[in-house]
């Protein structure tokens, strides 16, 4: 009987994914926080598979150790992106859910106009034409929408 669970954030940037998490009071692995742990800037886009690669790493460390629960918090826009939790809920035998932060895209403009770590409009944009909405059918165990 399974008791760990993999929840994977899913929203453009400034969807509003680490201020729910926030919200909440639970911590999640963060791509951005691992970022500035590699190197030193929570921006750097040149180490995306080490960061991803690091991420992995420490929810197979948690896993390991018996953690209930870990969120991800990134992006996660493709079901590519998404995959390798579906795999990695597989093998340690634990279900994988995702939430979906669906915030329009001007919102998300906006908001991210506003904040500090400012991504630039065409990533916004580029970000925007890649999402594609989870679906159970990648092998989630449920799917559930939060309003942007
Ligand atoms: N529901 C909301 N209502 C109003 N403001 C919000 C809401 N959710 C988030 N915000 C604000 O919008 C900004 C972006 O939110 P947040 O940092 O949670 O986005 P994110 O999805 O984590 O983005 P990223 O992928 O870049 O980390 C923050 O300043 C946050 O306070
Ligand atoms: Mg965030």
């Not at 906006?110 to 999402?131: F, G, I, Y």
Request: aromatic fraction near 6%; glycine fraction near 10%; hydrophobic fraction near 40%.
């Amino acid at each position: 009987m399974c008791v760990m669970r993999i929840v994977v954030l899913v929203g453009l940037t400034g969807s509003g994914k680490s201020a729910w998490l926030e919200r909440m009071g639970v911590g999640g692995l963060s791509s951005d926080t691992i970022r500035g742990l590699l190197a030193d800037d929570e921006t750097d886009q040149t180490i995306h598979q080490r960061v991803f690669e690091t991420l992995r790493y420490l929810l197979r460390q948690r896993l390991a150790i018996g953690r209930e629960t870990t969120h991800i918090d990134a992006t996660n826009l493709t079901p590519a992106e998404r995959a390798p939790y579906i795999g990695i809920g597989k093998s340690y035998g634990c279900e994988v859910e995702a939430v979906f932060f669906d915030a329009p895209l001007e919102v998300c403009r906006e908001r991210n106009a506003r904040r500090q770590r400012v991504v630039p409009e065409e990533a916004l944009a580029k970000m925007a034409l890649k999402l594609k909405p989870p679906e159970v059918g990648e092998g989630f165990a449920r799917v559930t929408v939060v309003a942007g």
